[in-house]
């Protein structure tokens, strides 16, 4: 696994937490949770690979 | 090749913050514009109150005056005033010369004109003065919108810029 893929959902994580906060400072409360939800779904789409092997791990370890 | 892709990165960035920061500008341009307009609309009231030049001379002076769109509006109306009535002069004006005046602005301003030449001087003054409160609560609206958008998109415009450019490194 590669080490910047913490790095990178980190600097995401920070940046969507900054984008929800000038949001909802300015009265748009359901944008702002739109942008959650996409920082959320970004987040998502780069992690599954690494959940897949994870699971694949699993099954060879237990002989599943 | 890593050279390339750094640059089209930065680039990302860079258009995204524009995009934000001429959102913001457009909502300060507006309340300078009103505030300009309303100037206009006061000096047009005292050349109508206190000197009998033609409506052509009185806007050569505003124009003058002035800076910025709205001296351009006044510019435009002078040459439309050749070739056709006041009214028509106005709204091909407003069509066509490009501000950053919302729609609602503009019609104070078409249905100003629409009496400007019909009446004695007391009743164009007396226009004249509605038409700069209807604008003063504009202003005050505009000033509202402002305050709220235009931090707003400056920041919106840096941080997605931001986002996109982690998502894409």
């Known amino acids: 696994m590669d080490i910047n893929l913490l790095f990178k959902i980190a600097a995401i994580g920070i940046l969507v937490a900054v984008l929800h906060q000038v949001l909802v400072r300015a009265g748009r409360e359901d944008q702002a949770m739109m942008t959650t939800l996409a920082g959320l779904v970004i987040v998502l789409t780069m992690v599954i690979k690494e959940i897949s092997t994870l699971f694949n791990t699993v099954r060879t370890i237990f002989n599943l | 090749m890593l050279v390339i892709k750094y640059i089209s990165i930065l680039l ?82 407003l069509t066509n010369v490009k501000t950053n005046l919302l729609k609602e602005d503009i019609e104070i301003i078409v249905n100003l004109s629409k009496v400007l030449g019909k009446t004695e001087t007391e009743g164009q003054v007396n226009q004249i003065k509605l038409a700069n409160s209807f604008i003063k609560t504009q202003i005050q609206k505009a000033e509202k919108e402002e305050e709220k958008n235009s931090k707003l998109y400056k920041t919106l415009g840096a941080t997605v810029g931001l986002t996109f450019v982690v998502i894409l490194i």
């Open chain 2, 12 to 93: 990302v960035f860079v258009v995204t913050f524009l995009i934000g920061y001429l959102l913001s500008k457009k909502y300060t341009n507006r309340v300078k514009e009103l505030k300009e307009l309303q100037i206009a609309l006061e000096l047009l009231e005292n050349k109508i109150k206190y000197t009998y030049e033609p409506i052509k001379e009185i806007f050569l002076q505003i124009k003058q005056m002035l800076v910025g769109p709205i001296s351009n509006i006044f510019d435009s109306i002078v040459n439309n005033l050749d070739n056709g009535n006041v009214e028509q002069a106005f709204s091909k004006t």
